[in-house]
């Protein structure tokens, strides 16, 4: 039984004691970012579960269609981009509304802009009272990954503290209030990217924590003993020609200890499809230019897809066709929490992780340099410039000749390089942190 069904019939024994240091994690079921972002956080949600904000037992059907009909929407603009002309315009014009403005020069942003503005409007019509009240029987604190939820608590009167966990490198100024100086929203932020720009839109200092993006438990540590020890033997594979590992050596030892001198596993890639899958092209052109490394098993690659059935059936027709099915894996799940578990339990083998810079630009603290996928939208163009910043990932270059500039970036050690950089120069305990941000509550 769903756990807001059982807040629908009352808890009759269900009820959690506050005492228990439980929260509510919400998401939305717009992509994987979101709720990608909330499923680390299981270990705090009551009940051990994500609730989606948009879809939920018993959401109202206006709540239902209003959320529907944005999904639709951004779905629809991200595949239509790729039309010439007329899909770019159309896509820059809605990009507009989302767009995140140049830091320099500093200056005062907390103007509430057309987005938030609609936004609240609907706010104010009734979108999302619902949820909220039916939390509010049993308040405890209320953890969000999107950031209309911590609109509607904060609205309605949530009484419990509310925490909106950032996912992108960089946010747009509809990610906070109107009134940005008032609101008692407290962010969990993954970056001084974010804590900085949520300063210039008028958040209080004493309202932004920096945890760090929430990354997986199981791909960490508690003493980051893990990551350790994947980074360890993914390096090996980065490092064919040992560069790196010759010329940085103490700096690896000291991080890493001991380093085996071969890895368990080939060269793994991974190439992430996002929610609205309007990268298969580009995959397919990597698998194309690859099939020689596949065949020959030098090279092992893994296209993951989410867990939309036609994206499953196209990849694996396609690479029928390309005689690649001993070669080429297709990671899916029939529910996202089923994709998510075999997403992260592949990551600790893999490594070169290939996406467009949505949140998983975060995963790269995992020590997996990033090749970095056109992005989509204003929010994916600063996670890129972030990527690129820290040193943790390379933009892609032609498909059709992966083979070529693949195999350079590992001769000269530079892959190796950007695991490094991104194990040390990201967050990697955000999980940790703000677990221990609602065990203090």
């Given amino acids: 039984m769903g756990i807001l069904k059982r807040l629908k019939i009352g808890y009759n024994g269900y009820m959690e004691n506050n005492v228990n240091k439980k929260a509510w994690v919400i998401a939305a079921d717009m992509g994987y970012g979101h709720q990608r972002t909330a499923y680390p956080l299981r270990s705090v949600a009551f009940g051990g579960s994500v609730i989606n904000a948009n879809n939920y037992p018993g959401i109202p059907t206006k709540d239902s269609r209003f959320w529907h009909t944005t999904r639709v929407s951004y779905e629809f603009i991200s595949r239509f981009r790729s039309i010439p002309l007329v899909g770019i315009f159309l896509f820059l014009f809605l990009d507009r509304f989302q767009k995140i403005l140049g830091y320099y020069p500093k200056r005062d942003l907390s103007k509430a802009n057309i987005s938030g503005k609609i936004i609240f409007s609907s706010i104010k019509k009734g979108w999302g009272r619902n949820i909220i009240e039916r939390l509010a029987k049993n308040p405890l604190p209320l953890i969000s990954t999107f950031f209309t939820p911590a609109f509607m608590a904060e609205y309605f009167n949530y009484p419990n503290d509310i925490y909106c966990v950032i996912c992108d490198a960089d946010i747009a100024r509809v990610w906070v209030p109107i009134d940005a100086k008032k609101t008692r929203i407290t962010y969990l932020v993954p970056n001084t990217w974010t804590r900085d720009r949520l300063k210039l839109y008028g958040v209080k200092t004493e309202n932004i924590i920096l945890t760090g993006y929430p990354l997986p438990k199981e791909n960490v540590g508690h003493q980051k003993e893990i990551v ?55 995959a397919l052109a990597i698998i194309h230019s690859l099939r020689e490394k596949i065949k020959l098993r030098q090279v092992r690659f893994i296209v993951a897809i989410g867990v939309r059935q036609e994206l499953k059936t196209y990849f694996l027709n396609q690479i029928h066709k390309l005689g690649l099915d001993d070669g080429v894996k297709v990671l899916s799940g029939k529910n996202i929490q089923e994709y998510f578990d075999a997403f992260n339990e592949t990551l600790r083998t893999t490594d070169i992780l290939m996406t467009k810079p ?76 703000i677990e221990n941000i609602i065990h203090n509550v």
């Fill in 228 to 282: 350790k020890k994947d980074l360890s033997r993914r390096i090996v594979n980065l490092d064919p020609m040992g560069k790196y590992r010759n010329l940085y050596s103490p700096l690896i030892k000291s991080y890493l200890g001991h380093v085996p001198s071969l890895s368990d596993h080939p060269l793994t890639l991974m190439f992430s499809i996002g929610g609205a899958g309007a990268q298969k092209e580009i």
């Fill in 358 to 433: 949505s949140e998983l630009s975060f995963y790269a603290g995992l020590g997996i340099p990033i090749i970095i996928q056109p992005p989509i939208g204003s929010q994916e163009d600063f996670n890129r410039r972030w990527l690129l910043h820290v040193g943790a990932g390379v933009d892609q270059e032609n498909p059709r000749y992966t083979q070529e500039w693949l195999y350079d970036l590992l001769e000269t050690g530079d892959l190796a390089e950007m695991a490094m950089q991104g194990f040390v120069e990201i967050e990697k305990m955000g999980t940790y942190n």
